[in-house]
């Protein structure tokens, strides 16, 4: 569509051309002037296509000046602030403007990337990992093999799908690649999932940290015959505490990332219990 706008930009200016030579020829011969009618509805629907697509560059221009930017160094504020700007550019257009499909188009385009912001915006999230970032890759291509963007050749090669992704070098022209405001719904369910895993993943690091400084208090047995171990009811009630904690994680359905770890951490928690009780009766 942009280069078809300048062949008829460079044919409307040599029709334009030619239209002056003839007037001025007319006038020289003294004959009456031509109106030419068509070539002045030609010029005045080029103008107004001209905004359409003006328009559009500037705001493609502005897409691929984002696009060169790290992910890890994306300011979200900037892009929701030009994304809003374009789409208000979009409906101060003139209202003759509206029926035409080429400002359709337009107004889709613009849409449509104001509507991934906050998409992108959520995956901003700590909670976001590569692993997430495979699955939307992922969904990204279920949805072009759906959509015939992928050779059916080549329907069965995940290899992008499951490649190895460095969050540190990935720039935001990929995540617009992904075109992920097709998937609204799915992109907020694995978002939630991942802030979910972080929750768990983040409660489990207590349990550990928790563990790793606890000191069972006792005290002196029989003067240098050892130590006797005391009560530890603080330490009873945090046993309680995590093992049902830790029940509760494993029950959770975004826990299937970090089950394994879940339930070592149960049992070998279970296994303190049992230990202690020994200890304690004999």
């Known amino acids: 569509g942009v280069e078809l706008m300048r062949k008829y930009k460079a044919d409307m200016a040599a029709f334009t051309k030619r239209r002056e030579e003839l007037v001025k020829a007319e006038t020289l011969f003294n004959l009456p002037l031509t109106s030419y009618p068509e070539l002045g509805l030609l010029e005045k629907e080029l103008k107004q296509l001209t905004q359409v697509y003006d328009l559009y560059i500037k705001h493609m221009a502005q897409r691929n000046e984002w696009s060169s930017m790290l ?19 979009v409906r101060r257009m003139p209202k003759a403007l509206v029926e035409l499909p080429t400002y359709q188009k337009l107004e889709e385009v ?49 290899e992008e799908a499951t490649q190895t992704i460095d969050l540190n070098k990935m720039t935001l022209g990929t995540v617009f690649a992904l075109e992920l405001a097709r998937f ?76 394994d770890v879940i339930k070592r951490w149960e049992k070998n928690l279970n296994t303190v219990s049992e230990v202690l009780d020994a200890w304690m009766t004999t």
């Open 71 to 89: 992910w890890s160094k994306l300011d979200v504020n900037q892009l929701s602030t030009g994304a809003e700007k374009y789409d208000k550019d």
């Open 110 to 158: 613009v849409k449509s990337f104001k509507e991934s912001v906050p998409l992108i915006q959520s995956l901003r999230h700590d909670a976001i990992k590569p692993i997430h970032w495979q699955e939307l890759m992922a969904l990204a291509r279920k949805g072009d093999i759906a959509e015939g963007k992928v050779p059916a050749a080549l329907a069965g090669d995940d």
């Open 184 to 259: 609204n719904d799915e992109v907020n369910n694995i978002v939630l999932t991942a802030q979910n895993e972080l929750k768990i993943e983040t409660e489990v690091g207590t349990v550990e940290a928790d563990w790793r400084q606890l000191v069972f208090d006792n005290k002196p047995y029989k003067t240098d015959r050892g130590f006797e171990l005391l009560a530890n009811e603080h330490i009873r009630l945090k046993l309680e505490d995590h093992i049902i904690t830790l029940q509760a994680m494993g029950g959770s359905p975004y826990a299937t990332k970090l089950l």
